[in-house]
């Protein structure tokens, strides 16, 4: 009580007996010092003399900060931050604020599409021959809408179109865009997690493409866009998901490390709630859709049979697949594991496209410390042939994916 009202300038004498004085300080302070603590931005020790008690200053000044409860970084706030310090660039920041306004807008259509009548097909397919949900076709007009009115995207190419396409706008920027607009759409009459996907490059005119001599002669537009596509992952200047489920969460690297940002419903904003997410180097949950069993090779058979064998430990790895990328992906970031979408004899390239799912996924999780692969090379390597090209997935902790790629060579 009685240092609380010293004041900083600390020039009050006042006197006290030896007794009262020996139960003053505690043990930890010599005889003459009775206790110290900072006050504003100085220092404060009460010091026992012949004269009596004196209260001074001491040393440099301590700077006393303290976060306000009501202090949050948000998601424009951290990219002008990165902006400030030249980790990105003006262009660069305005095309992720584009994306995360379309994930806001698709995140509100998620949540209402029962109500809005957006569950169910659409009535048609995309190029990739697989029926289009409601939800498919409008949270891509939604991402392709924003990413346009940005003025600094070059290139946009979506998993739902046939070729990318050139944005008209005649703004400075140039950056492509890659993007899955809604990942897991099977999931979305039952209200499991769904999420956006996306890649950000920077242009490559000397990035080769095959198209097929009997396919339709595509325009010179549409050439110089696949060949600008066409890059590795390597090549990746940012890249991240947006997870629609109990929580509203974006997910961003920028080449920095990994980011969490939560979409705070009262403020409208994403919220940064975690700062350079590393994933665990091993784990014991396998994300693996086990109904493929059957079709798969017998390396990858054997693999998953050891997951299952507890044993000296007597504890087996635990499985947990919801069919959706983004969802079963963050779990592992999050908890360490391994999520797996192997080749099957149905599928000889697995379903999960190279541009705009596997190379961006495994951007983020060798950012965090992980590893992503194909079962025998590192995704990010991988140089694309063609804009839709399927390739086995394997990526989680680093230990878990080697251990698979040892089974598989």
Known sequence: MVAA?????CQ????TSSSTTSRLYPPYLDA??????PTNKRHVSIVRTPAGVRCQALGAEVVVTKRSAFEIQTLTGWLLKQEQTGVIDAELTIVLSSISMACKQIASLVQRASISNLTGV??????????????????????????????RTGIIASEEEDVPVAVEESYSGNYI?????????????????????????????????????????????????????????NNLLAAGYCMYSSSVIFVLSIGQGVFSFTLDPMYGEFVLTQENIQIPKSGKIYSFNEGNYQLWDDKLKKYIDDLKDPGPSGKPYSSRYIGSLVGDFHRTLLYGGIYGY???????NGKLRLLY?????????????GKGSDGHQRVLDIEPVEIHQRVPLFIGSVEEVEKLEKFLA
Request: with cysteine.
């Open 177 to 233: 865009v890659v993007f899955d607009p809604l990942d897991g759409s099977s999931n979305i009459d039952a209200a499991v997690s769904t999420g956006s996907i996306f890649g950000i490059y920077s242009p490559n005119d000397e990035c080769l493409t095959e198209v097929d001599d009997n396919a339709t002669v595509l325009q010179q537009v549409e050439q110089k866009c696949i060949i600008n596509v066409c890059q590795p992952g």
């Open 357 to 369: 799912e596997c190379a961006p996924m495994s951007y983020l999780v060798e950012q965090a410390g």
């Open 32 to 37: 003459k010092t009775l206790f110290s603590f």
């Open 5 to 9: 009202a010293i004041p900083t300038s």
């Open 122 to 151: 659409q009535g048609a397919v995309n190029i990739q021959g697989e029926d289009q949900k409601k939800l498919d076709v409008i949270s891509n007009e939604v991402f392709s809408n924003c990413l346009r009115s940005s003025g």
């Open 12 to 15: 009050l004498l006042f006197s």
């Open 342 to 348: 192997p080749r099957d004899k149905n599928s000889k």
